[in-house]
């Protein structure tokens, strides 16, 4: 439809705009629940998604690509933490200084739990590759203000708890690593209770 007389960059901006309107909506729309798997890994650049592995499955970069807006805009919060951690399929429980006993004024603390039945990215199993995650999570949108500590376990449907557990409560974050120890592992047992005996690993106890 455009006049003979039109210059080459007018009529390759037609041209440009023809295939834009053939593309489907799913594309155009950039909803990440429907976009092709294959524009996922544009759309965490675009959302500036801070941890990010091609290798993940599907379901779960799309959710940490949903959140990531989210998880932004609450950035350096208690409440982006937990959103941000729940996006990599972790139940999180975080407990703030002033909301219990025995803890460091301006601390929070995280626990993590992965499911027991072998679902999610990580298969329910605390291995270094969960362990990073929640690491870098944790370093990317935790407040640079405030100490906390951080717990990473696995949840069973008998209500047996099994926990590898880093401690670190400072004035300010120091990262939170995940050393490879085989000792020591907690256990922690409820019984009609949601309580949890939680107790406390020092680096000289590292192996």
Known sequence: MLPNSSSDLLKALDLLEERLFGLPVDVIGKDPAKVPEDMLDLLAWE???????????VETRRMVVDRAL??????????????????????????????????????????????????????GVIDDRARSVLNRVLQTTAPVSRGYSARLGRRYQQDVFVAQVVQSRTTQVIPVEFPQISHPIYLAVLVHTA???TIEAHPDDWL
């Not at 959302?47 to 499955?57: F, L, Q, T």
């Not at 409440?79 to 460091?104: H, N, P, Q, R």
């Open 195 to 197: 309580s949890i005996q």
């Open 70 to 123: 989210e998880v932004h805009q609450f950035k350096g919060t208690p409440f982006a933490v937990k959103a941000a951690i729940e996006a990599f399929d972790y139940e999180v429980e975080l407990v703030e200084w002033f909301e219990t006993s025995g803890m460091a004024p301006g601390t929070f603390d995280v626990t993590a739990w992965l499911s027991g039945g072998g679902g999610g990215w990580h298969g």
């Open 47 to 57: 959302y500036s998604v801070d941890v990010w592995d091609r290798s993940w499955p």
